[in-house]
């Protein structure tokens, strides 16, 4: 019998270099490290010549931008998915899509396991997890991170001991995981929720202090849901994101400081930075507001909650999910406008938008001499509309007599 396999969610980070050695070392096995380009701004190249370097069997890399954008990211921002209120989801959206292509790579390569980096008290382990058994519910799952025991520090010298190089030091301890939708920075002192997150955390975002003094608008444009114009332009959804993120974080605007309840039942301090993000999100409310109707409005934000909750509790392969989606299409059709944007010094306001779906009636609306709201009709209307108050208020009236 042959050695076994084992492929690895590779990052290039410190618990997945570490992971390669002592994955051959604990299950004599072969390691095939996996890495996906999901817009993490690394060279891919070089985390590939790393991994065999450290002594991967094979080191396999996957453009997955596109998919990950238009298979994950746009179904989330139609659903207005926003884990309690704060944070879009950018990580939690690509683990899914990272357990796909672990179980293809495993199926292809004739593995039984499947490894990742993730440690025993994080939301990714149970994402990752749930997602491999609902794509092949037949391969073993191994977590070196929970398994070894370090604290971090014994970790980095574990590292040092047999020569991997690993990007984190003692005297900057920040773990980070990012993607084109988001980047989010914990450990070290932002642990202790009170201190406020020093600059050199940031990299996508200015300080607002430092952002332009004049403001920057900007005209997003939606084709039946997907955002394809920026000021009239053309562009590629991935080049939209990127540029959003770009200008978003030349005006400061991105930044989200978050105590997060976590789904293994603590809580965690969260920096997160997703300019695009926010600012899609935004956008795409906005143009709800304007081209559906009020039970539509008031009802789907029940479902947004529900949606944010299974995305971040790692329940994407969930018939739940793929219901909610077929909710969240069925509205595609109107949603097309373009939506008017103000960036300033980290604020960002939706200032202005039009669609040919426009439900906002001028005639209706206006106080000026066109209106042509009929308002004699209030009157019964309110009579109508209040008439369980009254018969309730009747009846008290006479009971205290």
């Known amino acids: 019998m042959g050695q076994q396999k084992v492929v ?10 570490v992971a390669i050695r002592w994955l051959e070392e604990n299950f004599d096995a072969e390691v095939y490290a996996l890495t996906l380009d ?30 990950f954008l238009s ?34 790579v495993a199926e292809e390569k004739g593995a039984t396991m499947i490894a990742h980096g993730c440690t025993g008290k994080g939301n990714d382990q149970v994402r990752i997890e749930v997602s491999v058994m609902a794509l092949n519910p037949n391969l073993q799952v191994i977590a ?35 993607n084109i939708w988001g980047r989010s920075i914990e450990c070290g002192i932002l642990e202790d929720p ?9 990299e996508w975002t200015k300080d607002p202090k430092s952002a332009p003094s004049e403001p920057t608008y900007l ?11 920026l000021g009239g332009k053309y562009y590629s959804l991935l080049s939209l994101v990127e540029e959003l993120n770009r200008v978003g974080g030349e005006n400061g605007f991105g930044r989200v400081d978050h105590v997060e309840n976590r789904l293994v039942g603590i809580k965690s301090r969260e920096i997160y930075e997703c300019p695009a ?39 994407w392969y969930s018939p739940l999910r793929e219901a909610l989606d077929a909710f969240m299409k069925s509205f595609l059709s109107r949603m097309t406008g373009i939506v008017r944007i103000k960036l300033y010094k980290g604020s960002m306001q939706v200032v202005g938008r039009k669609s040919e779906y426009s439900l906002y009636d001028w005639g209706l609306a206006t106080y000026d001499r066109g209106d042509l709201f009929d308002h004699r009709a209030s009157e019964g209307f309110i009579k109508i509309w209040g008439l369980p108050t009254r018969v309730q208020a009747s009846l008290e009236k006479r009971k205290s007599l």
């Open 8 to 17: 690895l969610a590779y990052s290039g980070g410190l618990d997945t270099s």
């Open 38 to 67: 999901l817009g993490q701004g690394k060279d891919v190249e070089e985390v590939r010549k790393k991994a065999l370097s450290i002594g991967a069997k094979e080191a396999l890399v996957f453009d997955a931008r596109e998919e």
């Open 71 to 104: 298979d994950y990211v746009l179904p989330a921002l139609w659903a207005q998915a926003i884990y309690e209120d704060r944070y879009p989801l950018a990580t939690a959206l690509s683990r899914p899509l990272i357990a796909k292509y672990l179980v293809k």
């Open 144 to 178: 070196p991170a929970r398994q070894w025991g370090w604290s971090r520090e014994e970790e980095i010298e574990y590292a040092h001991a047999n020569g991997i190089p690993v990007p984190t030091t003692l005297e900057q301890p920040y773990s980070i995981d990012q």
């Open 194 to 202: 009170l201190i406020e997150p020093p600059e050199e955390v940031f």
């Open 219 to 229: 005209e997003i444009g939606f084709e039946e849901g997907v955002p394809r114009l």
């Open 277 to 315: 993000a926010l600012i899609l999100m935004e956008a795409y409310r906005d143009l709800q507001n304007l081209v559906l109707p009020r039970e539509v409005i008031h009802f789907k934000p029940h479902l947004e909650e529900e949606y944010a909750q299974l995305v971040y509790e790692g329940l």
